[in-house]
């Protein structure tokens, strides 16, 4: 790396006065990454949770793993139903896990293993960028917090693309922090732009919404340099010219987000800001002490927003550009997922509580500190959550005794190549090899007896608590008698029941 002008000194941030030893501090904080990434890893549960958008990763690493065609998933997409899912995922994820899929095929345990690592990586990249406005103690804090919070824990559990999307967009901030705030180039700003529109790429491959890279990196151009910079120029041209190429090699990766938009409006807007904001208070999830940490959760949303202005005020930098253009740009998205959305977020809120706590919060007198009054009450919530935790297999979920029998009898005793309706369409697809396609969104039941003529539906799959159930899922899925169809029950269970469909005598 070379310097082109002088750069900012570290020193010169407002959170940042000098450490006693550096060294001790780094130390500690490799320490700490270790001891999370052991935990992690001695904690994994067998299973997962219905929520199949794991399925449909696996089933694209699998067909790389194979060479097989990369969207040949089984998976029908709903195009009255667009939230379950796009027709494939972007790539990179799934070619990330191919090698664990090559040579421990379904070994769910195989999988999360890379993903604790995928997660300390994240937390080490994070640690680079705020280290260079956070001294020692308050950067171990971060970590600790982030690192051994509930959320953190169970998100391990879940095979989800965000544990990839977010080293790279840590990985990504340092570059942009590197050029626009510090003045500084790995080799000439050509080739600095050219990584950085590459890891750019390489974000939107992991995760659809990483494409606010590009306008990000715009507004520093506007915002930070106040010129067109070769770096900037150069990274937008890489970036753009690689994720267009990428959608013409594989054209149905991420096709069927922007069927999600039509559903837009503005009380989803403001659902979405109010689902996302509140999202950032589950870093201290604790059921035991729920209405007392929402509080407190309010009151650090309003110390990371005075955080944000008051490192801010003189000069925006490309952490804040992004955060809150990302932000932004989740609330723009109809289907609000809350806490999954932000996940990315979630190391900043923390950097940008603490430099709220600085602006305002010390009390001398009594040499108590915000940042560490913040980590005592975390360190107790945590300790409550984990006294109660389950460390035990997930019970309900595609390891389940009711869901492993389906998969059997779905795959081993109905005609291969079935098309199936089921609520969790794309595992079904992977445990079984049938093509499989999600129930209607508020459809009606003639509608739903056309979706299914339309993809030649011979199997309907139905939860026995399906009238519980469809309210929260917003779908049509049957819970009547069919009195109207020739349908009979295959086959049923203490969760589901099987019905075959002659759509010649219906």
Not at 47 to 69: C, M, R, T, V
Not at 295 to 301: E, M
Not at 369 to 384: D, E, H, N, T
Request: net charge neutral.
């Amino acid at each position: 790396m070379s310097t082109l002008v002088a750069a900012t000194l570290p020193g010169e941030s407002p959170m940042l006065p000098a450490d006693v030893n550096k060294s001790v501090w780094r130390l500690v904080h490799a320490l700490t990454l270790i001891l999370v990434g052991v935990l992690f890893v001695a904690t994994i549960r067998h299973g997962h949770h219905w929520g199949d958008d794991f399925a449909l990763y696996l089933k694209h690493a699998s067909n790389i793993a194979e060479w097989k065609p990369y969207s040949d998933t089984g998976y029908i997409y709903n195009p009255l139903n667009p939230v379950v899912g796009p027709k494939s995922y972007p790539p990179l994820f799934s070619t990330v896990l191919a090698p664990v899929a090559l040579v421990f095929g379904l070994n769910l345990v195989a999988y999360k293993t890379l993903l604790v690592l995928l997660f300390v990586v994240s937390l080490a990249l994070a640690a680079k960028l705020f280290s260079r406005d956070m001294r020692g103690r308050d950067l171990w804090i971060v970590l600790t917090i982030v690192g051994f919070s509930p959320v953190s824990w169970e998100l391990k559990e879940a095979i989800i693309s965000e544990h990839l999307f977010t080293p790279l967009w840590f990985a990504t901030l340092l570059l942009l922090d590197d050029w626009y705030r510090r003045k500084l180039s790995y080799g000439n700003p050509a080739t600095h732009g050219l990584i950085l529109g590459m890891l750019i790429f390489l974000t939107c491959c992991a995760r659809t919404v990483g494409v606010v890279l590009l306008p990000i990196v715009v507004l520093c151009e506007i915002l930070i340099a106040h010129k067109l910079t070769r770096v900037g120029l150069v990274a937008l041209l890489t970036a753009t010219l690689l994720i267009v190429s990428e959608r013409l090699l594989l054209p149905s990766s991420g096709a069927g987000y922007l069927e999600q938009l039509k559903g837009i409006s503005v009380s989803q807007l403001i659902s979405n800001f109010y689902y996302d904001l509140n999202a950032f208070k589950l870093l201290w999830k604790n059921d035991s002490w729920w209405f007392f940490s929402k509080q407190v959760g309010l009151i650090l949303i309003a110390f990371a927003l005075l955080g944000l202005v008051h490192l801010n005020l003189k000069t925006v930098t490309p952490l804040c550009i992004a955060v809150v253009a990302y932000f932004a740009l989740i609330v723009a998205w109809p289907s609000a997922e809350g806490l999954r959305m932000v996940i990315p977020l979630l190391p900043a809120f923390l950097f940008y509580v603490i430099a709220g706590f600085g602006s305002v919060l010390s009390v001398p007198r009594l040499k108590v500190s915000g940042p560490i009054v913040l980590l005592i009450y975390s360190l107790c919530s945590f300790a409550s959550y984990y006294s109660r935790a389950d460390f035990g297999p997930i019970t309900q979920g595609v390891e389940s005794e009711s869901a492993r029998e389906l998969f059997e009898f779905v795959r081993d005793r109905t005609p291969r190549g079935e098309v199936t309706l089921f609520f969790k369409p794309r595992a079904l697809a992977l445990f079984t090899d049938h093509p499989a396609s999600a129930f209607p969104t508020g459809s009606s039941e003639d509608e739903f007896w056309r979706y299914a003529d339309s993809i030649n539906a011979g199997l309907i799959i139905v939860r026995d608590n399906a009238r519980l159930e469809v309210l929260e899922d917003k779908t049509f899925e049957m819970v009547g008698d069919f009195s109207r169809q020739k349908v009979s029950e295959v086959f049923h269970n203490s969760q589901f029941r099987v019905y075959w469909w002659d759509r010649e005598r219906s």
